[in-house]
T-cell receptor, first 109, second 115 residues
Framework: QQPVQSPQAVILREGEDAVINCSSS?????VHWYRQKHGEAPVFLMILLKGGEQKGHDKISASFNEKKQQSSLYLTASQLSYSGTYFC??????????FGQGTILTVHP | ETGVTQTPRHLVMGMTNKKSLKCEQH?????MYWYKQSAKKPLELMFV???????ENNSVPSRFSPECPNSSHLFLHLHTLQPEDSALYLC??????????????FGPGTRLTVT
């Protein structure tokens, strides 16, 4: 069963912050985050493993709450280059990666 | 060349044609994947190969036939497709398909249009 992402779309101005959520009805082992720009391949951002960890690089970070079976992606001080569709993917310990429907992020000058 | 490459990038074919999509990964991974991405739908996993052996077929119609001659190459053979098969077909690779710990690296995709 695929994870559910919210919101479906976000529109920001440069410098604003955004949060994208990913929820699953199944117990999770890992959450993967990818960004896909129009006409390009999805690009890996980060993986969070079971244990409630938080990760980040630059101004993009994420958290994983295994009890709530959800993850959140935080984008701070957004830049034009952040525009794209963000996908979360979830796995059980030995299961396949199942992607959410995506969140379209648009950053305007 | 580095990463995951796919050819052709664009393909238009009639419903009676036979064509093949090609994927090559230069990352030393042992797992390769085919995904279908349609408009307004999530990425749909089609097939998984691990060390050349197919480990997953996600109820894909037989008009799609994958082939994995080695860990670096993956093909998707297409025949008698339907217009609803028009989509972006993405190839990906990773170190281990059985663990959720490893990220997947995607190719740029083949935009397929079935007329």
């Amino acid at each position: 069963q695929q994870p559910v992402q919210s919101p479906q779309a976000v529109i920001l101005r440069e410098g604003e912050d955004a949060v994208i959520n990913c929820s699953s009805s199944k117990a999770l082992y890992s959450v993967h985050w990818y960004r896909q720009k129009h006409g390009e391949a999805p690009v890996f951002l980060m993986i969070l493993l079971k244990g409630g960890e938080q990760k980040g690089h630059d101004k993009i970070s994420a958290s994983f709450n295994e009890k709530k079976q959800q993850s959140s992606l935080y984008l701070t001080a957004s830049q034009l280059s952040y525009s794209g569709t963000y996908f979360c993917g979830t796995t059980s310990r030995y299961g396949k990666l199942t992607f959410g429907q995506g969140t379209i992020l648009t950053v305007h000058p | 060349e580095t990463g995951v490459t796919q050819t052709p990038r664009h393909l238009v074919m009639g419903m009676t044609n036979k064509k093949s999509l090609k994927c090559e990964q230069h990352l030393g991974h042992n797992a390769m994947y085919w995904y279908k991405q349609s408009a307004k739908k999530p990425l749909e996993l089609m097939f998984v190969y691990n060390f050349k052996e197919q480990t997953e077929n996600n109820s894909v119609p037989s008009r799609f036939s994958p082939e994995c001659p080695n860990s670096s190459h993956l093909f998707l053979h297409l025949h008698t497709l339907q217009p609803e098969d028009s989509a972006l077909y993405l190839c990906a690779s990773s170190r281990d398909p059985t663990s959720g710990s490893y990220e997947q690296y995607f190719g740029p995709g083949t935009r397929l249009t079935v007329t």
